[in-house]
């Protein structure tokens, strides 16, 4: 038992205070790295270089040729809330620098041993400044040219507590490394380089074009598959170049985001962005790229957090909406079955040789209109004149040759290939089936499968069950806090997928998916439709084939896409395939 009686409250001593600040800004030596350049960037610095030992821990020196610090300020730099960056008379409204704050300088300096070197301009030589932890500032002074070097050795020497979680030299570099990507792809007219243990490990020069910089971070291929994005949002703007569907990544790391030029994360503009890709990317894929917003700065709090990494909007659902819709403009207008045909037939000495070959290969006019015709013309078009699939009618019959990976039905057409994407064309059916109130056939489970719901997900499941019958789940209470899926659609191939359930409620939960066009019913629709529909990996017989055919060809000039606007049917004519194989004559 410990007593009863309360214990003493007691003031902090101000250097423990100093630390206990000093660990918000600086976490890691990544963290020291971000101030720095953060500090340059601010003076005005046309190039910066980074170097460091030992993965940051040991030594970190940041050199810039911006306007540097008056000798005489130097004692202030490295106080805790002093600052050059603020008007005193409007201290924290539109901020425009990245720092404000004060801190970080301050911040380093009690959990490290910083020397700063600084030479403005106008002054002969450099004075210097150099503290450890609590003990005395004391002075130098040398030639160096105009420009700030600030070196930062032995950090968390006196806070052994920070040092132990600290990762490996490599593991610590690699959060260096990452850093400075993120402040150049926020910043790229602002040079940097970066050595560690003195071998150079990146350069990235001053640049004016975002996608050129994007493609120095992000590697060459990504300017090969990517689209631009350029629109307006609340207060501003949003540009930027994102990655195709194919570059899509495993982590959503690989999406980049600055806010007035500053590196933010925002889970809010990153799931936008997610959002306009929609059915573009299956789950576990992130989109990759740049985005830059531009925005008025009084419309943008960056004072919410230690390290500035999240900034806050005063209207940031209409941003994240906005943001969502011009990345889901650009996607969509952008060619997209260029990189399809591309994709599949990069054959360099095919284009060497033959220079005529590669046009319509690499061309995204050839096949560009195709998914924007009706789905009826695309299967149309490649009509053959035998029946041998299904197909009751006298409209487009395709002889079925095969699956590739238990996703695309290949077929033969009258005027050559053509390839179905059996998710599209399924969701595509069950959407304008939803649309029209019909109900969606359904399959009894052998064995019902039981489930646990959120509060959101009961929730949605109350306020759209009548939606989600239709669509051919029977989901039923069963017992406290649990439901039983006990019929799934009979679209949704063989597999009894109770998780789909869930994910789908908690689209519903979330008001649907994105579709094209925009509206509630045809999100809500569209999140139904995409999980009673036939998905990628299901094995499907020849009669869903022609089942799910015959329902495309009987609805009403649908278009060529899926409800997230993906192409469902693409025909490759016979004559293209001829110049694929340098036929003559072709
Ligand atoms: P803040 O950036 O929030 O002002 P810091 O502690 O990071 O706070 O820096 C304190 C001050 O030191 C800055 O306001 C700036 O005047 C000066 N300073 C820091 N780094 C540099 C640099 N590289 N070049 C010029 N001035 C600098
Ligand atoms: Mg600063």
Known sequence: MTSPSPRRIRRLDPSTVQRIAAGEVVERPASVVKELIENSIDAGAGSIAIRISGGGIERIAVADDGHGIRPEDLELAIERHATSKIDPDDPLEGIVTLGFRGEALAAIAAVSRLRISSRPPDREGAAGIEVAGETAASRFTGPRAPGTTVEVTDLFFNTPARRKFLRSPPAEQLEIARTLERAYLAEPSVALTLESDGRAVAAYPTSDDPSDAASR??????????????????????????????????????????????PIDSRPIQQAVRAAFGDYLPRPRYPVGVLHLDIDPAEVDVNVHPTKREVRFSRLREVAEAVRRQVRESLLAAPRIADLSGHALAVPALRARAPRASAPIASARATGTIERRSVQRALGATAPPRAEVGAPSSRARLVLLGCLDALYWVAEGEDGLVLVDQHAASERVVFESIRRGETIARQEMVEPVTIRLTGAERAALAAHGS?????????????????????????????????????????LAAGGRPTEPDGLVERRAASLACHAAIRAGDVVSAVEFSRVLDALHALDDAPNSCPHGRPIVIGIPRSRIDRWFLRSGA
């Open 217 to 262: 971070v992000l590697g060459p291929d990504f300017l090969r598959s990517s689209f631009a994005v350029a629109g307006e949002v609340p207060g501003g703007r949003v540009t930027g170049v994102l990655g195709r569907p194919p570059l899509a990544a495993g982590s959503s790391r690989g999406l980049y985001l600055a806010v007035n030029h500053r």
């Open 467 to 507: 939606e989600v019958a239709r669509a051919g789940f029977d989901v039923a209470e069963f017992g406290p806090d649990a439901w039983a899926v006990r019929s799934v659609p009979s679209f949704a191939g063989r597999r009894a997928r109770a998780e789909s359930v869930i994910e789908m409620l908690d689209e």
